[in-house]
């Protein structure tokens, strides 16, 4: 793979370098806006079923494979997550929950993550979603869209900021059967700790994770976490401040991508678009607009690697709709109109119709030689992998089962396509082949470049940080939970 033909470019070929057309599907249940955490919550599936009617409106579905996902089971998520946790969100309901008080508080199902109607099947939905584009990336797709996946917080054992199934993690172990390395890019405004933390210890998995740093929600993703063991700067984060706008990101995600895609050539990348990283979000402090934004798929796309663009927080919704319907178009070279066709949803977008929003004037609180100091030691951590690690492969985990597709069901949002079924292998294939190093389940060390002092103190900051709600921030709260 040469990244650097055609690599980075703002050019918006619908072409991949081959001449090819880009072939490009997309995920969507329409049952997914029913699920609804609960009054005065700020996570709102009903978001991804307005970011679906925008698509409708502007004709996008018709450019696109339009696959109904079909849901995780047990033993898919449990290639990831804690049988018992499984089993847990399995069984728990609104009216069972009172009889599970010491499983609510272990699995940290509670406030942030609430128990709501069909919450498993949620769980199903989204998380079938992101594996099976997976799956459809490694079977030739060059990009593969689950606008209600990308729930980056959730741990194997625990719930964790409004997320319950970590989807990208199972996208990811989906995507390594058929590709050496994957690369995992977030800019959600808040820090990707659960799949840093899945992949903290291998070299097969590289994470960057660009995010507001400080006295915020999850309160993890320093500069200085740079992985561990084998996986020894293969994570990169990206501490930002409060309101970052659109030339002081680019500024630092061109150049450290672009040297990210040089040195560790990934086979797949994955590209969480977490929307509340827009200016105006509901819980965010950044200054992006929607163009900003979707500078960052259009990066990523110019590379030619396979994509999986996944969803993730964003609460203003009826921004989130417009950012991730734009970045769809992005996704398929189109440039969109900006303004907005008549849609079920139109009222929301009032009172100008349009899909872009202009940011606000709030102060860039990141100073340019911030940016420039961030930029310096990220690139420099990345001259210390020296190259792409060599991994030999040996032989392939269980493809995921591909079954008929049914050519009944003639309605494109309906019908199930075969390579979206995913089909596990109970075993863990990535264990038992010696192919990358295992997983950890539990936080490891952080082995930084500073002392092992620094480093203590450190976790110490970042165990008392991660107890902070995240929903009592979307209630303008300012409290601590018990143990601050």
């Known amino acids: 793979m040469d990244v650097s033909a055609g690599g980075g470019g703002n050019s918006l070929p619908t072409t991949g370098a081959d001449g090819s057309k880009r072939r490009v599907c997309y995920f969507y249940d329409s ?101 099976g584009g997976a799956v459809k990336l490694n079977h030739g797709h060059d990009i593969a869209i689950n606008w209600a996946g990308g729930l980056h917080h959730a741990k194997k054992c625990e719930a964790s900021g409004f997320c319950y199934v970590n989807d990208i993690v199972l996208a990811i172990l989906e995507l390594l059967k058929y590709h050496q390395r994957v690369l995992y890019v977030d800019i959600d405004i808040h820090h990707g700790d659960g799949v840093e933390e899945a992949f903290y210890t291998t070299d097969r998995v590289m994470t960057v994770s660009f995010h507001k740093f400080g006295d915020y929600f999850p309160g993890t993703g320093d500069i200085r976490d740079v992985g561990h063991s084998k996986g020894k700067y293969y994570s990169l984060n990206v501490p930002l401040d409060d309101g970052i706008d659109d030339e002081s990101y680019q500024s630092l995600f061109k150049p450290i991508m672009g040297k990210v895609m040089e040195i560790f050539r990934p086979g797949a990348v994955v590209l969480q678009c977490g929307a509340d990283s827009l200016s105006g979000d509901r819980l965010g402090c950044f200054n ?24 993730g927080g964003g609460y203003t919704i009826r921004n989130v709709a417009r950012c991730w319907c734009y970045e769809t178009g992005v996704a398929l070279g189109h440039e969109l109109t900006d303004k907005m066709p008549l849609n079920e949803y139109y009222e929301y977008f009032g ?57 009944d069901q003639e309605n494109p949002d309906e019908r199930h396509h075969a390579d979206s079924d995913v089909e596990m292998n109970d075993a863990k294939p990535l264990e038992d082949t ?39 921030m979307a209630m303008g709260e300012t409290t601590y939970r018990e143990g601050w």
């Open 351 to 407: 009172p100008d119709y349009t899909l872009h929003v202009a940011p606000s004037n709030m102060e860039n609180k990141n100073t340019n030689r911030q940016l420039d100091e961030i930029r310096s030691r990220l690139l420099d951590n990345l001259t210390k992998l020296r190259h792409a690690p060599s991994v030999q492969f040996q032989e392939r985990p269980p493809e995921a089962e591909l079954p008929e597709q049914d050519e």
């Open 434 to 472: 010696g192919r990358r190093s295992s997983i950890q389940s539990v936080r490891v060390k952080r082995e930084s470049a500073e002392t092992e002092s620094t480093d203590q103190e450190q976790e110490k900051g970042l165990a008392v940080i991660s107890s902070y709600s995240l929903f009592s």
């Open 288 to 311: 992006l607009s929607i163009k900003g934004h979707a500078e960052c798929v259009r990066f990523m796309r110019s590379f030619n690697v396979p994509v999986l663009l996944l969803g």
């Open 31 to 131: 049952e997914v806006g029913n699920y609804y955490y609960g009054q005065g919550h700020p996570m709102k599936p009903h978001r991804i079923r307005m970011t679906h009617a925008l698509l409708a409106h502007y004709g996008l579905l018709d450019e696109m494979q339009v696959l109904k996902p079909h849901p995780a089971r047990d033993r898919d998520l449990c290639r990831f997550h804690a049988d018992d946790y499984v089993s847990f969100l399995r069984s728990v309901t609104p009216e069972t929950q009172q009889d599970q008080i010491r499983a609510l508080k272990r699995f940290n199902v509670g406030e942030d993550c609430p128990v709501f109607d069909g919450l498993y099947s949620f769980c199903q939905t989204y998380a079938g979603g992101s594996v």
